[in-house]
């Protein structure tokens, strides 16, 4: 699927799910609009002025905020997005500014998770919805200020699981590893490779780094050039025998580098994180044996439907029916989902 059918699809998807966010289930991309969207945005209270601010527009990223958008527009709401390029001092400007301008309520997705408290003093009145990144100091989330995302505790341990699977049916107990990972002292970097390699050490697989851990910023680009730059300092992807990514574009980006050197990504196991169109179609191709689904739809709508409750003092889980933290009410959490060979179709 190209760019532009998948982005035609992801706003086919927001529409139909606006009518109730939440569904820990796959939501098809070429689903029908459904009637009730409409009479979603007509019940609701709020429809002014919302702003998205996002750490940098990546593969992922895009996604979310494109659908961002469409969750927006379906509820009668207004919505502007801001890329901050990484750059937090960038990021709390533009939050400041949004606030100043009149934004009722800002969504953020954190370029630095430690500096979240620095978000919520720039948002001043504004509500703030904190999506896909959770704060490190979860002290700053109270009934002003919520998280919408999926639980990273759990990302990596499926990402291991189903290495697991692929590791031992090739009768393998010690294991050769490389890691791609996203922007280093960002939380989701932290639990995603560490919760890969106890699912490893859970299952009696002795894994050992065949290089050094990457950091790689969660970039397509940046992942192709060190896997070129391993490969031309001598790595004998002989010796390897998976290969972990943070994300889908971090794994796209090791599968390029491999294909321009004659290596066949079959001959090693590749897995990564979000179930973007690209990674999808490379679980399909088996060029990777799996990834884990990160619903941007979900994401972005749940945290579209949260700022607007908030705005309008309703119930915070008012239209949404994904769970809610048990400890803690200002958390808000989107499934993942793994996504295998074996059910790839329910992707589809």
Same mark, same amino acid.
């Given at each position: 699927m190209n760019w532009r059918k998948w982005t035609a699809a992801l706003l086919t998807g927001v529409c139909c799910m606006t009518a109730m966010t939440g569904c820990a289930?796959?939501?098809?991309?070429?689903?029908?609009v459904e009637e009730e969207t409409a009479a979603a =945005?007509?019940?609701?209270? %709020?429809?002014?002025?919302?702003t998205l601010v996002v750490s940098q527009r990546d593969e992922y990223l895009t996604y979310l905020d494109q659908a961002a958008k469409a969750a927006a527009e379906a509820r009668g709401c207004s919505i502007e997005s801001f890329d901050c390029g990484g750059d937090m001092n960038k990021q709390i400007q533009y939050v400041q500014t949004a606030a100043e301008s009149g934004s009722k309520a800002i969504l953020v997705v954190l370029a630095d998770d430690a500096r979240a408290d620095e978000v919520v003093q720039a948002a001043s009145e504004a509500k703030v919805v904190f999506v896909n990144r959770i704060p490190q100091d979860l002290s700053v989330l109270d009934e002003n200020h919520v998280y919408v995302g999926s639980n990273e505790d759990e990302c990596g341990a499926f990402q291991g699981e189903q290495l697991v699977e692929y590791l031992k049916r090739e009768n393998k107990t010690s294991v050769n590893y490389l890691l791609f990972k996203g922007t280093e002292g960002l939380v989701h970097t932290k639990k995603r490779s560490e919760g890969a390699l106890k699912a490893l050490e859970a299952a009696g697989i002795q894994a050992t780094p065949a290089a050094e851990p990457a950091d790689c910023g969660y970039d397509r680009s940046k992942a192709m050039e060190h896997m070129a730059v391993l490969l031309a300092d001598g790595l004998d992807m002989k010796n390897v025998d998976c290969i972990i990514a943070n994300n889908d574009a971090m794994a796209l980006g090791v599968i390029e580098a491999l294909r321009q050197n004659d290596i066949d990504p079959n001959s090693v196991a590749i897995i990564? @994180?979000?179930?973007? =169109?690209?990674?999808? $179609?490379? @679980?399909?191709?088996?060029?990777?044996?799996?990834? @884990? %689904? $990160?619903?941007?739809? =979900? $994401?972005?709508?749940g945290a579209v439907q949260a700022a607007i409750n908030l705005v309008s003092e309703a119930e915070l889980m008012n239209e949404i029916s994904f769970e809610q933290d048990k400890g803690n009410p200002s958390i808000i959490w989107v499934p993942f989902q793994p996504v295998t060979p074996h059910n790839i179709t329910d992707f589809e």
């Open positions: 289930k796959f939501t098809p991309l070429n689903a029908p =945005a007509e019940d609701t209270a %709020y429809r002014g002025k919302l990564g @994180v979000d179930g973007t =169109a690209a990674g999808l $179609q490379a @679980v399909r191709d088996g060029e990777m044996i799996g990834t @884990v %689904y $990160q619903n941007a739809i =979900a $994401q972005a709508s």
